[in-house]
């Protein structure tokens, strides 16, 4: 095929990629910032960095966004259904993030993949949806919630005689460390769906062969993606670090740990795209209940997971309507 299809879909992915980084850069550091662990700069440019290094952690997640979920035809059909995916994503991303609300771009992702393909007759694996995405999607709020209430749990009975200032001094300083360990989590999840979708529209389009992912195609999107996370998505900061719940510094070091532990085991051990966006939100619920159940602002917490359930039908509608437009080009 000609390359300038080519570089037109791995200009909309690195455009989504960039969404990415600022839509959920709130995921990584709203917490320290709201606890006044890091200054908001400081933190933007700590997540910049620990996105980047993140990326190249590993291919698994990569793998299964870029074969473990269509199988889009060769050709420009393939490449149309990898063009409308992204204009699907991006476009959810950007309504979610004016309105505020933490939704998934991984699930905006997917979700545009699957319409996509659907609206372009490809193949749709169920079978990969259902294990790596759908399960996991479940499952990883659930584990965040449990995980987030049971930490903060044995965190306020190991400094249950400590010194209240003195234990949120010690815990600011650890939140530097765990809002690292969350934006690492992020580039190795994030950072490399992108870099799977970018394979898969050099693999229809005849430029890429077997299976490993270009070197310069993960610097390119761990560059991208940490240039958007520097950017700062303001909105979407103030609902994770204030309107769910009022966290001081234990209860955001907990929360951060639990979700960052969540990414790494599902993108290293399992090769399962979840959504840092989920894990990080309902962490924050966990450790914030453990104060007391009206501490956490149910309301704010039932808009967000409407959100959530709305991602990939939403999506995937708008990347079925810009296939079916842009197949009247090709």
Request: glycine share 12%.
């Amino acid at each position: 095929m000609d390359l300038l299809p080519i570089i037109m879909v791995i200009t909309l992915a690195m455009v989504f990629n960039y969404t990415n980084g600022f839509h959920d850069s709130a995921n990584a550091i709203a917490t320290s910032i709201s606890t006044r662990a890091l200054t908001p700069r400081v933190a933007l440019a700590m997540a910049a960095v620990a996105n980047f290094v993140g990326a190249f952690a590993g291919q698994k997640v990569a793998d299964t966004v870029g074969k473990g979920i269509i199988d889009p035809p060769s050709g420009s059909t393939g490449l149309a259904i990898c063009a409308a995916a992204l204009i699907g994503a991006i476009g959810w991303n950007l309504l979610t993030w004016w309105f505020g609300l933490p939704s998934s771009s991984s699930h905006a992702l997917i979700g545009g993949l699957v319409g996509a393909a659907l609206a372009g007759s490809a193949t749709v694996l169920w079978s990969g949806v259902w294990d790596k995405v759908v399960i996991p999607m479940i499952l990883s709020p659930f584990v965040g919630l449990v995980g987030g209430y049971l930490l903060m749990l044995v965190i306020l009975w190991l400094f249950r005689r400590s010194n209240p200032g003195k234990t949120a001094r010690g815990f600011r300083s650890a939140q530097t460390v765990s809002a690292a360990a969350m934006a690492f989590g992020h580039g190795l999840q994030d950072a490399s769906k992108t870099a799977g979708v970018v394979v898969l529209a050099l693999t229809v389009g005849g430029y890429q062969t077997g299976t490993g992912i270009p070197p310069w195609v993960l610097l390119m999107s761990a560059t991208v993606i940490s240039l958007g996370t520097y950017s700062g998505g303001w909105r979407i900061m103030r609902t994770l670090g204030r309107r769910i719940i009022h966290l001081d510094p234990p209860h955001g070091f907990a929360a951060e740990t639990t979700a960052a532990s969540i990414l790494w085991i599902a993108g290293r051990v399992f090769g399962a795209p979840i959504s840092t966006t989920h894990v990080i939100t309902t962490a924050i619920m966990g450790v914030g209940a453990t104060k007391r159940l009206s501490a956490v602002r149910w309301g704010v917490a039932t808009n967000i997971v409407t959100a959530w359930v709305l991602t990939m039908p939403g999506a995937g509608l708008v990347a079925a309507v810009s296939y079916f437009l842009i197949a009247r080009f090709i």
